[in-house]
């Protein structure tokens, strides 16, 4: 006599299958999603680095007008193109740099720290704020204040 609840030989191969292929997409979700969560984590840091970068390495090129571009709305609104350029170009020129640190300030915000070299080799300790402003990350804050 069989049991009611017994299961067919017959249907019990495909559950199996199915309730593995389950278990692989459960497993799956879960390392996805880790990576995703994980990867927001560093996404601050790795964001204000690359912002930082983008506008030292104008800066370090002499393109003083394409690092105005890297600037958040804000300082834009507050210095002009022009006086940008004039007051950094009325400084000791930047022909490198260094990063040293990026802080994330909140999930939009990081402080950067980086050392800036000027053409006789003396290094200078710089720091900016790096904020997401149109979609992306960009330098915040008055430039001409530091360096």
């Known amino acids: 006599m069989v049991s009611r609840w017994t299961v067919d030989d017959a249907l019990r191969q495909p559950l199996r299958r199915v309730g593995m292929l389950a278990a692989v997409l459960v497993v799956a979700g879960l390392v996805v ?3 995703f969560l994980f990867r927001g984590q560093r996404a601050p840091e790795q964001g204000a680095r690359l912002a930082a970068d983008a506008f030292l390495t104008r800066l370090a090129a002499g ?3 394409g690092a105005y571009d890297q600037l958040c709305n804000d300082t834009r609104g507050r210095v002009e ?3 940008f350029v004039a007051g950094i170009g009325g400084r000791p020129a930047v022909r490198g740099y260094r990063i040293d640190g990026v802080a994330a300030t909140g999930p939009h915000d990081a402080t950067v720290s980086a050392a800036l070299v000027d053409p006789t080799g ?3 300790p710089y ?5 997401v402003d149109r979609g992306t990350w960009r330098v915040c804050g008055n430039p001409l204040d530091a360096a």
């Open 63 to 65: 393109n003083i007008a």
């Open 127 to 131: 720091e900016m704020r790096v904020t």
């Open 33 to 35: 999603g880790g990576f």
């Open 81 to 83: 193109r022009e006086d």
């Open 122 to 124: 003396a290094s200078t």
